[in-house]
């Protein structure tokens, strides 16, 4: 039983390290534009940005804060793809400016409200190792209604 045991770890630990060497894909910070980010279109108080910036931003921005853990597969291939895929959805550092293509930045920001309310945001595999992302009914209230003042204008 225990030569077993120990002819199983080494083929998990042979796999493990043999996996560093499978291909990732990047761990990008794209270059953010000046005045294209949501604070330079949308006035954004300061206690609603560091909301944002805490809960949001290292998924939803090109200012992405990549992990240690983002380096080892396959936990960086489940990261990376999440990052690329929620910044295709929705982009701080990219409002888009077209308020007739959809998503609209007024969609945009009614998905904040409808997403953090419902508690679908943030993600709870993130929350899981970054609890200083968790929002609190308040934070949720604060963004809520940051949202309903700027949407349309």
Request: charged share 20%; aromatic share 8%.
């Amino acid at each position: 039983m225990r030569r077993k045991l120990r002819i199983a770890v080494l083929i998990l630990v042979v796999l493990g390290v043999g996996l560093q060497f499978a291909p990732t894909a990047e761990r990008d910070n794209p270059p953010s534009t000046a005045g294209l980010a949501m604070s330079d279109r949308v006035r954004t108080p300061p206690e609603v940005a560091a909301i944002l910036r805490r809960a949001c931003y290292d998924c939803h921005s090109n200012e992405t804060v990549w992990p240690w853990y983002s380096r080892v597969n396959p936990v960086a291939w489940f990261v990376i793809d999440h990052v690329h895929h929620a910044r295709s959805h929705l982009n701080f550092s990219e409002w888009p400016t077209n308020v007739k293509k959809e998503p609209t930045p007024d969609q945009l920001l009614g998905g904040i409200c409808t997403e953090t309310r419902e508690g679908f945001m943030p993600l709870g595999s993130y929350l899981l190792l970054h609890r200083a992302a968790r929002l609190s009914a308040a934070d949720v209230d604060t963004l809520c209604a940051w949202t309903k003042e700027v949407r349309g204008k």
